[in-house]
């Protein structure tokens, strides 16, 4: 007993000046020449790591980069607001459009900071076998699980210069069918860029406006309402969670409302209320926005799955 005394008050002192450690490391964030970012926090330095031949960086994954997604991400000072955001609208959020995401934080591009993006994709379909009443994502699902090609035309925005322009793309996505468990699943999604000339042929448009995180403070309605909804993310691959993870599911249980405090794009101070029953945007958004912040503290969704 006296010894597990010992040890306890051992494990103690450690956790306690472990903490001042971690206190007293000072962030330092410089922007280079092409307003990418180099972070030094105590005696570690991160660099986010440019693709070769591209602007969009490289997004680190498990289980190699398993160490570096586990950090806690360290608050930005005021000071480097400005350079933490020039930085995500000329680098991440085309890497995150690239990649086909509708989140990422900057620990995704390997810079242990607390920023990041959310943009989830306003969608309208169009096809002519959709009802107007009928759900959307249900709708694309059913079409995607038969193998059919879909259409998309969908408006983004992009940054040159700081400056913000509206862009539009129109894309042909093409699922790629496997059977699992005697099952035919969608296991990827080819994208490719087409030019279109005739509007008529679009399934789908899609709307997208990023919104920029910084510093977030969340309280989440643990004692309301909770909703699952399957996720994913750029930096779990589908692979490693179905040779990794027993849980056949991408399913996660989250309190469906949530209040964040942030700095936002033009570093002005936001306090919102996102309640997920207004729509099925607003569902998804109050998710990513708990899915993104979990990557702040070191948290994958894959140690959420229900069972
Ligand atoms: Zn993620």
Not at 91 to 100: A, N, R, V
Not at 213 to 236: R, T, Y
Not at 302 to 307: C, G, H, Y
């Given at each position: 007993m006296c010894k597990n005394i010992k040890y306890v008050a051992a494990v103690c002192i450690v956790a306690v000046l472990l903490g001042f450690k971690s206190r007293m490391d000072k962030v330092y964030i410089k922007a280079d020449k092409q307003n990418s970012l180099q972070v030094t926090i105590g005696k570690e330095q991160y660099k986010a790591a440019l693709q070769t031949d591209s602007s969009l960086l490289n997004?680190?994954?498990?289980?190699?980069?398993?160490?570096?997604?586990?950090?806690?991400?360290?608050?930005?000072?005021k000071s480097d607001y400005q350079k933490v955001l020039t930085f995500m609208k000329q680098?991440?959020?085309?890497?995150?459009?690239?990649?086909?995401g509708v989140g990422i934080a900057a620990i995704q591009v390997g810079l242990p900071i607390r920023?990041?993006?959310v943009d989830i994709p306003d969608t309208k379909v169009l096809h002519k076998d959709y009802e107007k009443n009928s759900n959307v994502r249900a709708f694309l699902n059913t079409m995607l699980a038969t193998g059919a090609t879909i259409i998309v035309k969908e408006t983004y925005v992009a940054y040159s210069n700081g400056h913000m322009a509206e862009r539009v793309k129109f894309r042909k996505t093409t699922p790629v069918l496997k059977e699992i468990n005697g099952q035919q699943q969608v296991v990827d999604m080819i994208k490719e860029d087409i030019a279109v000339d005739d509007?008529?042929?679009?399934?789908?448009?899609?709307e997208r406006k990023?919104?920029?995180?910084?510093?977030?403070?969340?309280?989440?309605?643990?004692?309301?309402?909770?909703?699952?909804?399957?996720?994913?993310?750029?930096?779990?691959?589908?692979?490693v969670v179905q040779q990794q993870y027993t849980q056949n599911t991408s399913d996660v249980n989250r309190p469906r409302n949530v209040r964040i405090k942030y700095v936002d794009g033009d570093m002005h101070e936001k306090n919102m209320?996102?309640?997920g029953s207004m729509s099925d945007y607003w569902e998804w958004f109050a998710r990513c926005i708990q899915h993104e912040n979990d990557h702040l503290n070191g948290i994958l969704y894959?140690?959420?799955?229900?069972?």
């Open positions: 997004v680190i994954k498990i289980p190699e980069d398993e160490k570096l997604l586990r950090i806690k991400s360290a608050p930005i000072p680098y991440l959020l085309p890497t995150m459009y690239e990649s086909g920023a990041f993006i509007e008529s042929i679009i399934d789908v448009v899609i990023p919104h920029f995180v910084l510093n977030p403070e969340l309280e989440l309605d643990e004692q309301g309402e909770k909703i699952v909804l399957p996720e994913g993310c750029l930096s779990v691959p589908l692979e209320k996102i309640e894959v140690d959420r799955l229900t069972d």
